[in-house]
């Protein structure tokens, strides 16, 4: 199979629920190889820290001019628009400048205050778990635990009410598809519809915001934006409002999904890190490496290039496949084996450099509270049939993830026991 068979294989929807078997494909060619279509894409670990460390040299993300050439009428696209406007689209100088807006919410000194709260929401939900699957009903372990964590830690910090939260699953998941490298015309009208809603919100809680300020990041980013535009404009406000919003738990959800699939296929790190909660940042840390809630980016080629001894024509596009790099076997032994104690380079689910994702920190900090609590708390707890992933590739994740619990152990008792799931 040549790349741009593989390339095409990974778009599909068999590609896109098992990826990693077409990785292997593409890394046969080379860490860097080119498509008939005349794209790059890079399955190498150190190739994609490359493009991603260097966006002053040679990378970065799609500006405005290639986007008009790419998608001529994407400033008619609410999707698009929230994410072309937003800091995860922009070079520098602008990136910097939101970037460094929103960051002092997201220091290392305030996520782990979190921790407490992080801690309480997830017991809570524990508790609700335990409660709807008492009589062995299954749980759907998504829409219980792994989309309402998140999306409260995050919607606490933004000031956004807890009576709105249930809102925004669907209309994130619509939006998000306008991250995925292909789109159809009916998808598009579909994040057009999601990206809508999520925006029409936004400016009404910014003029909530104005109205009655409030001690949350909203009110931070419509005060700096109504001291002085040029550090934030109107439309950059309410795109990265969106973004924040989105971003703050689609990757976690995803993160706490994925990762109990595995640690439920590996009985023995589950009752380790049960056992053991102080292993958690190593579990989660191969969690991210082992299946990545993120599994690609793309940045194009300002001046033309020589990566891994192919040369990248300025102009050109490249698909920075996440997923293959955290399985580069020249940077990992043995990449397919799940191993929490390995010595390993840092996994590229977050990204690297300049776009490292904000958030980062806090979504470690969710999935280190909330694995070894849900392994103690539901010693019982195994998959209760098959999962159904969700049809992406860039954000990978499941749909829904139909789980049994413990009727035991509701408080904080010794665990039985840790069921083998399957993955």
Request: proline fraction near 8%; charge should be negative.
């Amino acid at each position: 199979m040549d790349a741009s068979e593989a390339v095409a294989l990974l778009m599909s929807p068999l590609g896109r629920i098992d990826p990693y078997p077409t990785y292997e494909r593409l890394r046969a060619h080379g860490p860097v190889v080119q498509t008939a279509a005349g794209f790059f894409v890079v399955t190498g670990y150190t190739e994609a820290d490359t493009v991603l460390r260097n966006a002053r040299l040679a990378f970065e993300v799609m500006d405005d001019e290639l986007r008009d050439d790419v998608f001529p009428h994407w400033q008619d696209s609410p999707a698009m628009k929230s994410i072309a406007r937003s800091m995860i689209r922009a070079n520098p100088p602008n990136h910097g400048r939101m970037r460094r807006l929103a960051a002092g919410a997201f220091t290392p000194r305030r996520i782990a205050a979190l921790r407490e709260v992080v801690t309480a929401q997830a017991d809570e939900l524990a508790d609700e778990m335990i409660r709807a699957g008492r009589d062995g009903a299954p749980v759907d372990f998504m829409g219980s635990f792994a989309y309402p964590l998140p999306v409260a830690v995050i919607c606490a910090l933004l000031g956004v009410p807890a009576a709105d939260w249930a809102r925004f699953r669907g209309w994130a998941s619509d939006l998000t598809a306008v991250l995925e490298p292909e789109i159809t015309p009916q998808e598009l009208t579909v994040a057009d519809a999601g990206a809508s809603e999520l925006r029409d919100y936004f400016t009404e809680l910014i003029a909530q915001r104005r109205r009655a300020p409030a001690d949350d990041l909203t009110t931070a980013l419509v005060q700096t934006h109504d001291a002085d535009g040029d550090r934030l404009s109107g439309e950059e406000l309410l795109a990265n409002l969106v973004l924040l919003l989105v971003a703050g738990f689609e990757t976690t959800t995803n993160l706490l999904g994925n990762g109990l699939v595995v640690l439920l296929a590996h009985p023995d790190s589950a009752t380790a890190l049960r056992d053991q909660p102080e292993l958690a940042p190593g579990h989660v840390d191969e969690l991210l490496r082992y299946d990545s809630p993120v599994q690609l980016t793309t940045r194009t080629v300002r001046e033309s290039v020589l990566l891994a001894g192919v040369e990248l024509p300025a102009g050109s596009w490249v698909l920075v496949l996440l997923g293959a790099a955290n399985r580069d076997p020249e940077r990992f032994t043995d990449p397919t084996r799940f191993d929490p104690g390995r010595a390993q380079s840092p996994p590229l689910s977050f990204g690297a450099g300049a776009h490292y994702c904000l958030g980062a920190g806090l979504a470690r900090l969710e999935a280190q509270v909330a694995f070894p609590l849900l392994l103690r708390r539901l010693p019982e707890l195994a998959l209760a049939g098959e999962p159904t992933r969700r049809n992406r590739l860039t954000l990978r994740g499941y749909e829904t993830l139909p789980v049994t619990v413990s009727a035991i152990a509701a408080d904080h008792g010794t665990p039985a026991g840790v069921a083998r799931g399957t993955p």
